[in-house]
């Protein structure tokens, strides 16, 4: 399982950052905040080479061990198969994703407000699966002699589907690259428990509920007082979390207990709330309870309107624009409730955005503890360093900041490699939505995997994803 920061650490003192340099010393540095993404196709051609993408990575979609060598020929496969259906959820928001436009605005945003701050900083975006890939943000920082770096995912909570992917390539990188070994750097693995981000989304909501005392959503006969506040988060295989140890679960629960725990110090009146899993696909388990069961069950129990939260996500992309918009309306409005009010993802929001630049600059000081601590004794130190890290910056995270060799050594330590699950004939349940991007994570584990390789090597090739 995945450590959790201790108390015990707290007597460490950080090291300082010096805002703007002061010295010769400090003029030599140059800060560079890395902000890691998914990535989308931009266009309907994109798609299969996207697709291919995603299944290729063995963090995504994972092949019992003795059939690892096939992995490249069966992604080949499977985007092929799926790329059709996967341009038709991408036509309906417009043709491709609008997620590196939004991540790049992010990012200069944050340049900015770093620069309010005084600190003279390049912020990078990597994507995973597509452009910008992770590898030519690495060339673009080489080429700007960045010494100081801050990875920082752009997933609030942690799993190894999303940020955890990501981190590895990272690993490799790092360590294939001797041009690479002076960097320093330190990874924020989470950010969930951010003030500014829990205000951010408490605003967000706020909004929403309000906008039910509207004078038109008063004629329908809603209020805010009538408004359900239903969280829906990216889901993943209910094996990453029992038997690999993901802290993503809890991180998720604790982030609505935060933002929950906002709206009510406000006095903000509505009809409770609920956290769903959306996304879910093939003969496999997720996390539950799923969105479209959960809106029905909420119909059923008399609610009328909801606040819909894509929680797990940051910026527009097929899995707010279309999933939720399109399949999950469509699923609330034949269930009977006649509200529905999408917040809007993040996105450039001043809020957070000004709280994602703090915790930057307060990660500088631990680029300086992990390489230390790395080149004194090893892993002991590298991973009190990050402990401390952590608890002096007030973070309650799962997983402790620190070095992306640090981090996945305490993450990979306890766990189990992932397993493919066992399947009962018969007992299967389908879960199936026509986005592409959600496949994030989604068959990371995946018997269909497995189905597949059978079929292909005994020459019976069915195909079930068509």
């Given at each position: ?189 989470s950010w969930y428990q951010r003030p500014g981000y829990v205000r951010a989304m408490a605003n967000l909501i706020e909004r929403e509920i309000q906008a039910y005392d509207s004078e038109e959503e008063r004629k329908r006969g809603l209020g805010s007082r009538s408004a359900h506040v239903f969280f829906s988060a990216h889901g993943v295989p209910k094996s990453y979390v029992v038997e690999a140890g993901d802290p993503y679960k809890e991180e998720m629960e604790e982030t609505v207990e935060l933002i929950v725990g906002e709206l009510k110090r406000r006095g903000i009146a509505y009809n409770g709330h609920t956290l769903a899993y959306q996304s879910r696909v093939g003969p496999v388990e997720w996390l539950e309870p799923y969105t479209d069961d959960s809106i029905r069950y909420l119909a059923k129990q008399g609610v009328e309107a909801l606040v819909v939260v894509p929680i797990s996500f940051v910026s527009e992309h097929i899995e707010t624009l ?145």
């Amino acid at each position: 399982m995945v450590a959790t920061s201790s108390s015990s650490s707290s007597s460490l003192t950080p090291p300082t950052f010096q805002q703007r340099p002061q010295t010769p010393d400090d003029a030599k540095k140059n800060v560079g905040v890395l902000l890691l993404n998914l990535g989308g196709p931009e266009t309907l051609e994109d798609v299969q080479e996207f697709l291919y993408n995603l299944f290729a990575d063995p963090d995504i979609l994972r092949l019992p061990e003795p059939l690892g060598w096939a992995q490249p020929l069966l992604a080949r496969i499977v985007s092929y198969v799926r790329a059709p259906q996967s341009q038709e959820g991408y036509r309906a928001i417009g043709g491709g994703s609008p997620i590196r436009k939004t991540t790049e605005e992010q990012a200069e945003a944050l340049q900015r407000a770093m620069d309010a701050k005084d600190v003279d900083a390049k912020v990078y975006v990597a994507m995973r699966y597509w452009n910008p890939f992770t590898e030519e943000a690495i060339e673009r920082i080489k080429r700007d002699r960045i010494t100081d770096l801050v990875v920082l995912p752009l997933y609030p909570q942690f799993s190894v589907s999303t940020s955890g992917s990501s981190l590895r390539l990272l690993e490799k990188i790092f360590r294939d690259d001797p041009a690479l070994a002076p960097l320093k750097h330190t990874v924020i693995p989470s950010w969930y428990q951010r003030p500014g981000y829990v205000r951010a989304m408490a605003n967000l909501i706020e909004r929403e509920i309000q906008a039910y005392d509207s004078e038109e959503e008063r004629k329908r006969g809603l209020g805010s007082r009538s408004a359900h506040v239903f969280f829906s988060a990216h889901g993943v295989p209910k094996s990453y979390v029992v038997e690999a140890g993901d802290p993503y679960k809890e991180e998720m629960e604790e982030t609505v207990e935060l933002i929950v725990g906002e709206l009510k110090r406000r006095g903000i009146a509505y009809n409770g709330h609920t956290l769903a899993y959306q996304s879910r696909v093939g003969p496999v388990e997720w996390l539950e309870p799923y969105t479209d069961d959960s809106i029905r069950y909420l119909a059923k129990q008399g609610v009328e309107a909801l606040v819909v939260v894509p929680i797990s996500f940051v910026s527009e992309h097929i899995e707010t624009l279309e999933e939720i918009d399109m399949e999950y309306r469509e699923v609330a409005e034949e269930s009977g409730i006649k509200g529905w009010r999408r917040v809007p993802a993040l996105g450039c929001d001043q809020v957070f955005i000004d709280d994602l630049a703090s915790a930057a600059i307060e990660a500088l000081p631990y680029v300086d503890v992990n390489k230390a601590a790395a080149a004194r004794s090893g892993q002991g130190e590298v991973e009190n360093a990050a402990a401390a890290a952590a608890v002096l910056q007030g973070q309650s995270g799962l997983v402790p900041m620190g070095s992306v060799d640090a981090l996945l050594e305490t993450y990979d330590g306890d766990r189990k490699l992932l397993p493919v699950p066992d399947i009962t004939v018969g007992e299967w349940e389908w879960g199936w939505t026509r986005s592409a991007e959600l496949w994030n994570g989604r068959l990371a584990m995946s018997a269909l995997a497995a189905i597949l390789a059978f079929e292909i090597l005994t020459g019976k090739a069915a195909f079930l994803l068509e």
